[in-house]
């Protein structure tokens, strides 16, 4: 008989109708750690002039409905499971807003969610909580139409509160001057009490504009990694960065960005304004930026709480082990043997350094259809630059080189890429090539099947580390497996040996 195929899971979208885009993300399942395989944005600027004339602008209307139109048949054509739309504050506070919802309505097929401040707040704070492991700081969103403000500790959220602070709502109401957005920022968060617990935690900026921020400094500063999740810069250095882009953008010195698109270059300024001042009032210890926000929170309140408090890490890497390695289950079974080989090493280990060491466990094997010679490296730039979140960069890189030196060996002499390196502390290198030394073990013993490890344990006596290989397994063993063993023992300050029972 034919192999029973699984069941593929819906995929899902959100239309997002914002105050500056209109965007469509579909994602390959409703999961705890989302995966998104399409995404497109129109910048149609719909809340444009909703601070001076309470109206979205009629040629933002129509390019926002051709849009729509177009997420539609996209909708259709990949045979999405299900679609869920929203819409922000340009929407809601547009007087005619109900009159481009309703047409939206009919264009989409389904109903559109308008967005309360408040609730739009917490969807923003959701998203961040599934995407940042243990959040905690206050989430900031900036849209083109309002700015949403909102603590978060883990999974647990305040009311929050929102202003009329987007970068389009403060362009339209100072007239383009930045000096009069600047005494609007500044009355408008004077009394934002939200701010006042922020400090010496983390500010987390969301939505577009920041990112472009983000981007901009990114390129800037030469950082190695162009993953935007979880980019974060000291406060004092993000402070110093917006001021002078503030100045720049003064003297028109930001005009025609690459990194930038040209409708969103205009309101960079504005986005650095308020960070500024949000700096200034909170004084928050780093600035982390986001990219899981509203839609992403939207489709996580969805999820059975069961799921919501599982690790976003780990479920990812468990899909992509299910995805790209020889065998889900010898994976699993590594978890386990490399935790029997801290606790008889004595290896001390962190909560968070435990959850790394999982993830690279799930990850030590995907790289097995790449070219031998390039297995390193190739798996390397997937981990490192993959599309997962609850992780932060250092984590990454940690995770990445785990599985490099799994692949390239542990020397010193095969080395690892200097700019992904100083992305970590040396402490986290070593432990990295500890852990590559115990996968290039553990996989030489078993050929990554299922069933070996569990048949082979560790034992100790002083400085004499030793691995036991049950009778039913004794075949296994060779000088390679030997001498790779003596060099893993060798890096945790023991003499290793191997043992037939």
Same mark, same amino acid.
């Given at each position: ?112 969610? *308008? ?90 900026? *969301? ?295």
């Amino acid at each position: 008989m034919p192999a029973r195929r699984r069941k593929r899971a819906l995929s899902v979208a959100v239309i997002d109708i914002g105050s500056n885009s209109v965007r469509l993300v579909v994602y390959e399942s409703m999961a705890r750690s989302l995966v998104s395989i399409f995404n497109e944005k129109t910048l149609c600027g719909l809340g444009r002039e909703v601070q001076t004339t309470g109206l979205l602008a009629p040629d933002a209307i129509s390019k926002a409905l051709t849009s729509l139109r177009r997420f539609r048949a996209l909708c259709r054509v990949m045979k999405v499971g299900r679609v869920y739309a929203i819409a922000t504050a340009a929407c809601r506070d547009a007087t005619n807003g109900p009159e481009f919802i309703a047409r939206a309505q009919r264009i989409c097929g389904v109903k559109i969610e *308008v967005l309360p401040g408040k609730r739009e707040a917490r969807l923003s704070a959701l998203g961040v909580a599934s995407g940042v492991y243990q959040p905690d700081g206050i989430v900031g969103d900036l849209g083109g139409g309002s700015l949403e403000l909102i603590d978060v500790r883990g999974n647990r959220l305040t009311h929050g509160v929102t202003l009329p602070l987007g970068s389009l709502a403060l362009q339209d109401a100072s007239q383009r001057s930045p000096k009069k957005a600047e005494r609007i920022v500044k009355t408008a968060l004077a009394s934002v009490a939200e701010l006042k617990a922020g400090e010496d935690r983390n500010f987390y900026a *969301v939505g577009g504009t920041w990112r472009a921020l983000a981007r901009i400094h990114i390129i800037q500063s030469g950082y190695p990694l162009h993953v935007m999740h979880g980019y974060a810069i000291p406060a004092a250095d993000a402070l110093a960065f917006v001021r002078r882009l503030r100045r720049l953008a003064t003297a028109n010195i930001l005009a025609n960005i690459d990194a930038v698109a040209d409708a969103r270059q205009p309101l960079l300024v504005y986005a650095a304004l308020v960070l500024e001042h949000i700096i200034r009032i909170a004084k928050p210890k780093a600035i982390v930026f986001s990219t899981y926000g509203v839609r992403e929170g939207l489709l996580h309140e969805m999820l059975p709480e069961k799921e919501r408090t599982k690790d976003g890490l780990i479920c990812a890497a468990q899909t992509l082990n299910e995805l790209l390695s020889r065998s889900s289950h010898h994976a699993e079974e590594l978890i386990g043997w490399t935790d029997r080989f801290v606790r008889i090493a004595k290896l001390k280990e962190t909560p968070d350094e435990r959850r790394l060491r999982h993830a690279a466990c799930l990850l030590s094997d995907i790289g097995w259809r790449v070219h031998p010679d390039y297995r390193g490296e190739q798996t390397l730039n997937l981990i490192c630059n993959g599309n997962f979140g609850a992780i932060t960069h250092p984590g990454r890189a940690f995770v990445a080189l785990s599985v490099f030196y799994r692949y390239a060996g542990v020397r010193e002499e095969n080395g690892s890429p200097p700019l992904i390196r100083a992305l970590v502390t040396p402490a986290m290198i070593e432990r990295a090539r500890i852990l590559g030394a115990a996968f290039r073990v553990a996989h030489l013993i078993s050929a990554a099947r299922p069933g070996v490890l569990p048949a082979t344990h560790f034992r100790t006596n002083g400085r004499k580390l030793t691995l036991v290989f049950e009778h039913r397994m004794v075949d296994l063993v060779a000088d390679r497996v030997g001498s790779r063993f003596k060099q893993l023992a060798r890096l945790v300050g023991r003499s290793g040996t191997i043992v037939r029972r």
